[in-house]
Structures are given as C-alpha cells and as structure tokens.
C-alpha cells in the first residue's frame, strides 16, 4: 500500500463536533491528496499539498480545512461535522510534478467516516 | 463535468472471457489513468497512458486511448475470479488534479 497510513479507519461522530483524519506516508512523496468516495460520484478532490504548508482547494472543499507541517503528515479537519460528510475519506500521494506527466496515485486504505 | 464517465456502470462475465471497460470524457488531457479497487479497500494504479499514446499493454490489461474520439477503452483478457473490483478511469488536464469517474463493477463468475 505505498506506505501510506490512515487513522483512524473507522469513526463515528455525531453532527457538529469537530473530526481530524490523518494521513502518514513513508515515501517522502511532495504531494498529498485528500479525497471523498460516495456512491455514483466516484472520487471527488477535497484538498491536495504540494509540499509542506502548501496546500490548495479541489472540488469539494466546503466544510473542510487541511494541514500540513511535515511532509509525512497530512491532516484532514472538519471543523463542524455534518451529515453530508458522511463518507469514505482517502488519502493519496504522487511523487512528482515535474513534467506535464503526472505520476500516477497511490492510495491508503481509507476512513469509513459516519456523521449522526 | 471533466471527470472521466465509465461504461457500462456494471459488467458481469465468466471466468476466461475478456471485460471491456470504456470510459470517455470531455475536455483536453495530459494523460489518463486506470485503477482497481477491491471492496473496502484503496485504488491501486494499473496503467497511465499519455495522451501521445494509442495502446500500452501490462501483462492482461490492454489500454487504448483515442484522443480525437476523447474515449479510453480497458480490456482484461482471460478473467479470473480475482479481477472481480471495481475498475476507475482518471483525467489529468495539467497540474495537481486527478479527475475521478464513477467507475464501472466487474463481477467474474467462477
């Protein structure tokens, strides 16, 4: 699996209390990706890193904020959980953007996340 | 949308048949990308083909790529019980996103 870790891999939260994931990574890869997998959406970007405290918006980003202070550690926050974020979270690496061609994904194993 | 639409939505088979996944989507690329994911689990990468490329092969998976018809087309050949998952096609246009479709379910009967 890349060396990519999750935490936790399971969690339930009732509506409107805070919730941090994390991601952890052994490969020194740059980029870190954050993405959300529902049912008939497929995978859809939430945030991505291209580097240690640089970090960006994707297509989903309302409701979430991320971190990242070493390049190991890659951490998802929602500030506010509701139910709409109910969800599998996965967090994805890529080592390098140097050329037009991106390298491909790798993923960890995801959090199952359920707002109540 | 950008994303990458994958068809059929669900493909049953049984075991030694080829599964043909398409995936088509609708704006320029740099390259596109086929993953697998197995229940509960992660995408793993198969292939990433570039959008100079026709074909790449990786040992029972074929990819083609037509950049003029902006459509992609996976194939297994000779199916086993194992490729049973659920198969995905990714855009890059440029930069640091990777566009996801819906994906498409393969179901290999024993």
């Known amino acids: 699996d890349a060396g990519i870790t999750q935490s936790p891999r399971h969690k339930v939260t009732e509506t409107g209390t805070p919730v941090t994931l994390r991601c952890h990574q052994t490969?020194?890869?740059?980029?870190m990706y954050w993405y959300r997998q529902d049912p008939g959406h497929g995978l859809r970007l939430i945030h991505y890193?291209?580097?240690?405290?640089?970090?960006d918006k994707g297509e989903v980003s309302d409701g979430y904020s991320v971190s990242r202070s070493k390049t190991e550690d890659f951490l998802l926050t929602l500030e506010s959980a509701t139910s709409s974020q109910t969800s599998v979270y996965f967090c994805?690496?890529?080592?390098?953007?140097?050329?037009?061609?991106?390298?491909?994904?790798?993923f960890g194993n995801g959090t199952r996340l359920t707002v109540t | 949308s950008q994303q990458g639409e994958e068809d059929p939505q669900a493909l049953s088979i049984q075991e030694g048949e080829n599964a043909t996944m398409n995936c088509s989507y609708k704006?320029?690329?740099?390259?596109l990308q086929w993953y697998r994911q197995n229940s509960g689990r992660g995408l793993v990468h198969l292939i990433l083909?570039?959008?100079?490329?026709r074909e790449k092969h990786s040992g029972r998976l074929r990819v083609t790529l037509d950049t003029s018809k902006k459509s992609s087309s996976l194939l297994i050949t000779a199916s086993r019980a194992a490729d049973t998952a659920s198969y995905f096609c990714?855009?890059?246009?440029?930069?640091?996103?990777?566009?996801f479709g819906a994906g498409t379910r393969l179901f290999v009967k024993a």
């Open positions: 890193s291209y580097g240690v405290k640089d970090t």
């Open positions: 083909i570039r959008s100079n490329e």
């Open positions: 704006t320029s690329i740099n390259n």
């Open positions: 490969e020194n890869h740059r980029y």
């Open positions: 990714a855009i890059n246009t440029g930069g640091f996103k990777t566009i």
């Open positions: 994805a690496i890529s080592e390098s953007m140097r050329s037009s061609y991106n390298s491909p994904l790798h």
